[in-house]
């Protein structure tokens, strides 16, 4: 009886064991499931972040978190948003994060955590051929298509244009086609790409006196600065790997994600 009993008491601690050895295993499997990196991005943005012909998420930035995210052993989970809701979705945690081509400037930096940049470039106006805008001064009382809360919309207004809002990239370049705007400025990477894509495009590009940019991830101030700091050791292994320059050089032909 005695030795039954022994047995008994060693088998209910084996299986207490394993039970705790499973409980813990799933702990940790639900631990690395929770690891996601949420993206706010529009999805409109080419070649940034956009949609291919087979309809998939796809660009620059997005390949870039992608890295990130891998990088840190996360999974990532793309939001949809139009430019204009960005900041508020940001702001009401619908994502973690903001991977948009989002230029680190002063204001924003009041109010805003950022990583360390993974593009440098500068902005640029179009116009069509044949206008008699020459120069960014030019634009002073003219009707320019911008988003509001952009670094370019915000470039257009210190240059005394007349905005027309827009959702996007694509809608300025049609408003400047149709005639309804008479230009718009944007980021040159994004309108060289699209001259690319469409080489009989009616158009100019002006080139001026903005200053190089730096776009990066953006976080609210209230966001785990360890995610932060994640984010920015993903960067920079990422450089130190050559990884950052291949994805550039893929869009771009040249590496934009050093000064």
Partial sequence: MKKFLIMLVAVLVFLAACGQSEDTKDSKEAKTEDKVLTVGTEGTYAPFTFHDKDGKLTGFDVEISKAVADKMGYKVKFVETQWDSMFAGLNSGRFDTVANQVGINEERKAKYQFSKPYTYTSAVLVTRSNSDIKSFDDVKGRKLAQTLTSNYGKLAKDKGAQITQVEGFNQSMELVLSN????????????????????NADVKVIEGDAEKSQSAFVF????????????????????????????????????????
Avoid at 182 to 199: A, I, P, R
Avoid at 224 to 247: P, R, S, T, W
């Fill in 220 to 259: 609210t101030k209230k966001a785990d600065k360890a995610l932060v700091d994640k984010v920015n050791k993903a960067l920079d292994e990422l450089q130190k790997e050559g990884e950052l320059k291949k994805i550039s050089e893929k869009w771009f032909g040249e590496d934009v994600t050093q000064p």
């Fill in 180 to 199: 309804r705007v008479e230009g718009t400025f944007n980021e040159k990477l994004s309108v060289l790409d699209y001259m690319k894509q469409k080489k």
